[in-house]
């Protein structure tokens, strides 16, 4: 069987056109295109002769984000998913606008970031906003929460000094903490408490997206559900968008309406949460799957995925997945897969999904993703 050179042009994902969200359904509250975002690696002394006698220039740089396409729909929860290192924080804090990208570009309600300036920009500074893993570390150990909660709001003019205090009350309330906690340094919290503080101050600032970076990953399991409770409590009462950040996909499977699987720097797959976990069609998804635990009457099962991910220095080529593969063939040692649409709104980049295109124009069946039956031509 013949492997087609290139996927249609119907069903490669484009850069600059990102079809996540149907014909004539509502914009995308955010889109990226072609992000990217590298980071220069470090070279001390030491390894600066060294290189040097070696007759090396600069170390590579670490390409953390290598060219994400991404639409973010209104009051969706988007769970990005994938191994330690493949870049899920780096995506997150260009989303929020907490680092630059060096490539690409972020657009928040139909307008590029990179060009706002003013009121525009602070509109969007307010509304984009990230809870982080650990919430020891990212609340100020000197301020009470009420001062942590309290701050930015009025410092931003959405309260004034007088409703400052009422209206931490209510936050503290909505999180599910006493308002007299509000004279509490973060030390006298337990761990889910600290993160609901953390919620309180992400919400304060009235914002319509929150990144939650690996937010309940730091708290025991029951603490996880009642934090996973308060998010979908507040994505309704506050109209929120989530963008959900996390390396498991058993915690997502409950929270999340899509899932975009990441693997060193890019998106591999993307589909709704009930189709990846069904019909999961990247070889990488497929082995994340199998990797959850399995827990049954006489039965305890836990696959690890062989191999380690590889250096975002120096990432391999073709797919990016092929050293780890199972069913890696030739082509994917020379070839990057594109991200194309196998189903409808069912996204992967693998090149086995051509193999199955050929197989499926041999036979005059149609295409996935276009619905039309395929001919050579359109694939060649
Ligand atoms: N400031 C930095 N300078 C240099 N390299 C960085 C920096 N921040 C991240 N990296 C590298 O970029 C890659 C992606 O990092 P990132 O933190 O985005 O991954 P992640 O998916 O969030 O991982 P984790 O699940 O462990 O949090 C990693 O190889 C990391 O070492
Ligand atoms: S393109 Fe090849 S190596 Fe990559 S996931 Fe698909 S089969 Fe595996
Ligand atoms: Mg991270």
């Known amino acids: 069987m013949s492997i087609p050179a290139q996927a249609t042009s119907a069903n490669v994902h484009p850069a600059t056109a990102v079809r996540s969200v149907p014909p ?10 072609g992000l990217r975002r590298d980071y220069v690696q470090p070279s001390d002394f030491i390894d600066f002769i060294g290189r040097k006698l070696r007759g090396r220039g600069k170390p590579p740089p670490v390409q953390a984000v290598m060219g994400v396409d991404l ?21 997150g804090r260009m989303l929020t606008g907490i680092i630059p990208p060096t490539g690409g570009r972020v657009f928040y309600k139909g307008r590029d970031i990179a060009q706002l300036s003013g009121a525009a920009r602070r509109e969007y500074d307010l ?45 503290l309330r909505k999180v599910g903490l006493d308002p007299d906690y509000r004279e509490r340094y973060p030390h006298q919290f337990s761990g889910g408490q600290r993160q609901r503080v953390g919620v ?8 319509s997206i929150i990144v939650c970076d690996e937010a309940v990953a730091a708290l025991d399991v029951s603490i996880q559900a009642q934090v996973l409770n308060l998010f979908m409590e507040l994505r309704r009462d506050f109209d929120l968008t989530y963008v959900f950040i996390s390396h498991n996909l058993g915690v997502v499977s409950h929270i999340s ?31 994340l799957l199998k990797e959850l635990p399995v827990l049954s009457a006489g039965k305890r099962r836990f696959d690890p995925i062989a191999g380690e991910l590889p250096s975002p220095a120096n990432p391999p080529a073709g797919c990016a997945f092929h050293p ?47 619905g039309e039956p395929a001919t050579s031509t359109e694939i060649a």
């Open 24 to 33: 004539g359904a509502e914009p995308p509250i955010m889109r990226v295109e």
């Open 257 to 287: 309406d899509r899932v975009a699987i990441m693997y060193l720097g890019r998106v591999v797959e993307l589909a709704d949460t009930e189709e990846i976990f069904a019909r999961a069609n990247h070889p990488y998804t497929q082995a």
């Open 324 to 370: 780890r593969c199972p069913m890696a063939m030739a082509k994917c040692r020379a070839e990057r897969p594109e991200l194309r649409e196998i189903a409808p709104a069912h996204w992967s980049a693998c090149h086995l999904n051509e193999v199955a295109d050929s197989a499926r124009i041999a036979a005059g069946t149609p295409v996935a993703g276009t």
């Open 200 to 207: 309180a101050r992400a919400l304060a600032l009235k914002p």
């Open 71 to 91: 639409d973010i729909r209104h009051g969706e929860v988007l769970a990005v998913v994938g191994e330690s290192g493949c870049g899920k924080t780096t995506l």
């Open 127 to 171: 509304a984009v906003q990230m809870i982080f893993q650990d919430p020891f570390s990212s609340l100020n150990p000197r301020l009470r929460v009420g001062d942590i909660i309290g701050e930015a709001p009025m410092v931003h003019g959405l309260v004034s000094r007088a409703e400052r205090d009422d209206y931490v009350c209510e936050l």
